[in-house]
């Protein structure tokens, strides 16, 4: 399993589809090392859910796997999975495409967008109040102007 997905496994409560969802608008920083004839599935959709699985708990390769094959149809079009047109379902990749192209990511561009996903993640939402525990006694007198 590539070490940038494992990072993703020490995140404090993940939510595996959603965190993975907003995870995959950080991939496009990683550049594609596929050919351009024969994808049939996006490199975002791919890396989103090898990450959801990694923050379901998958440890390695053929659980990563094991958890793409498993997921219902339905997270999988979350995820950004197509769905055929003619039979309406959902086709996830063989478990030796999912591996070649893990094999064959550059490393550096995957950490790089996971590390700005968690540092996003990490940011606060906005300008809100900050909660700030005090005992009292630092503070006697701040209410008013000096």
């Not at 796997?65 to 197509?82: H, K, M, N, Q, Y």
Request: proline content about 8%; hydrophobic content about 50%.
């Amino acid at each position: 399993m590539p070490t940038a997905l494992a990072q993703l496994g020490w995140t404090a409560a993940p939510v595996p589809l959603a965190d993975a969802v907003a995870l995959s608008g950080f991939l496009d920083l990683v550049p594609d090392p596929r050919g351009v004839r024969g994808r049939r599935y996006r490199l975002s959709a791919l890396v989103a859910a090898a990450a959801a699985s990694v923050l379901a708990g998958a440890r390695s390769l053929t659980a990563i796997t094991e958890w793409i094959s498993d997921v219902p149809a339905w997270a999988c079009r979350v995820l950004g999975f197509l769905t055929d047109p003619l039979s309406g379902t959902v086709s996830v990749p063989h478990p030796h495409t999912l591996r070649r192209l893990l094999v064959q990511l550059d490393g550096d561009a995957l950490d790089r967008a996971i590390g700005a996903f968690l540092t996003a993640r990490a940011a606060p939402a906005g300008p809100g109040l900050r909660a700030i525990a005090v005992d009292g006694k630092a503070l006697r007198g701040s209410r008013t102007a000096p």
